[in-house]
């Protein structure tokens, strides 16, 4: 490594440029329809709103078909649940994405649940999330952030195998299935959270601490010993001097005159996890073409 | 506690009591059918006929009825999904448990996900487990021998909370699982297998821990602190003096000497995993009479 930062912004560009030729490709034949992601968003959660243009912008450079299905924060289970089971059918759509959360009246995991895997590219129905913590099994699509880490890990060339991962937070979107694919990967894998006691001394012993904690600054240079390799995967939005930036859980500034390797935020796990998305649209794509 | 023992036996035995007079007292009213649980075994493997056996004499003391399903080592997939299908409609079958490992022709995650969630009292289907993983969602059935454990651990009043649980071992049955329910109950949750290094530096970390590795002897006083609970959950038949004993993977006699609280082998998590089952299976049961 040059440099130790991780620069994910770096890889998803030249994912996302990889997956643009594979569409192109397959469109040029004039045979295929094009790949095509639904989304689901309820109210207008600012967080929520700005994900999902993101990912709307993202498709659109891709040259992936978009479909908006966006609600009242009012709306009822039922009619999120009828809509989730046409995009069941359609065959223009290839991926179905439930923008998380949903509001308290709706039952989350109802609502996923009613997505057939097969189009669950966010990997968040119980039997993909199985599958993926299984030993011997293994998901259709892999959640987008965790698989977003391993993929860069993977492109520095950061061996996993035996080493201690610490997981600090345990959303079912971060923490939880990466801890699980930490394991997978033949890491010790460590889980911890807001009733653990010490933090330092697990993440002191961490080879890659990973932290999606939502929690700005809450790791710190005297936290981390220098070999560590650290995945930042929080976004917190903060006001600096009457500005709004974005911020992740570490001491960035801090940590990166210390550590083996650090991510950046934004620019470091946040475009992984846009890059893992449509990896997934498109795989799905592909799996219908080659079963056509 | 009045001793270290975590005597699993004790409090199976009490479970199965408990369960037996619920059985009577609905079947008094002559209004409903006993509860039924069909196990499918394949081929003769003695380990497997012998748990079979177990089960088998359990049920008949509770007064739960056993469709047996045995078949040769090379029967065919299709034949066990076909008797699977049967199963999931067979209003008398309240539990199903497919005897594991299954030969190598047999793909287990087909096997078993053919199996409807609502009878799968071994909690290993895709959705139930990663019902099981997730943090805000519940699996119908808890897999028998983790949740076994965790109620050992109520009975003994051992909180899990903020302590640091080191499970050793990542089978789907008890390592995994067993880790996904001490991270729900708030423990700081490390797993450890045979890519660990340094295993003795996290089981001295241990507050709770958690065998599960099919090694005799591996855990030993020197890799324990003195305020630790130990569940061993390995079950190896060794040959000793030309008898066959029945061991953990820990150090029994010398652990039992230094720590808070050892489970036994036999007599300690073996007995446990037998009463989840049947509880499930009664649960089940229950809940057929309840919708009915």
Not at 58 to 72: K, P, S, T
Not at 153 to 168: E, N, P, Q, R, T
């Amino acid at each position: 490594m040059t440099s130790n930062i991780l620069r994910g912004k770096e890889l998803s560009d030249s994912i996302l440029q990889n997956l643009k030729l594979q569409i192109q490709q397959l469109q040029s034949t004039g045979l295929h329809s094009p790949p095509g992601l639904a989304y689901i968003l309820v109210g207008s959660k600012i967080d929520s709103t700005t994900y999902i243009k993101l990912k709307r912008r993202a498709c659109d450079n891709l040259g992936i078909q978009v479909f908006g299905y966006e609600y009242e924060e009012s709306v009822a289970q039922q009619e999120l649940i009828d809509c989730i089971k046409r995009l069941n059918t359609d065959p223009s759509v290839h991926g179905v994405i439930v923008q998380l959360p949903l509001p308290p009246h709706i039952h989350e995991a109802n609502i996923i649940n009613t997505l057939t895997p097969e189009k669950d590219v966010d990997g968040l129905t119980s039997s993909n999330f199985g599958d993926l913590v299984m030993r011997y099994r293994n998901p259709l699509f892999y959640p987008c952030t965790p698989i977003g880490c391993i993929e860069l890990l993977k492109h520095y060339s950061v061996g996993i195998a035996g080493k201690h991962a610490v997981v600090v937070g345990r959303s079912d979107l971060a923490g939880i299935p990466l801890a699980a694919l930490f394991n997978k990967a033949n890491a010790t894998t460590t889980i911890c959270h807001s009733y653990t006691r010490d933090l330092h001394k697990f993440t002191q012993s961490a080879d890659i601490l990973a932290v999606a904690a939502g929690q700005p600054g809450l790791i710190k240079q005297s936290m981390v010993k220098p070999e560590c390799i650290i995945l930042d995967i929080g976004i917190n939005s903060l006001e600096v001097e009457g500005n709004r930036v974005l911020v992740g859980d570490c001491d960035f500034e801090g940590l990166k005159e210390v550590v083996s390797g650090i991510t950046p935020v934004p620019n470091g796990v946040g475009p992984m996890t846009i890059a893992m998305l449509l990896k997934n649209v498109v795989t799905s794509w592909k799996s219908t073409i080659t079963n056509s």
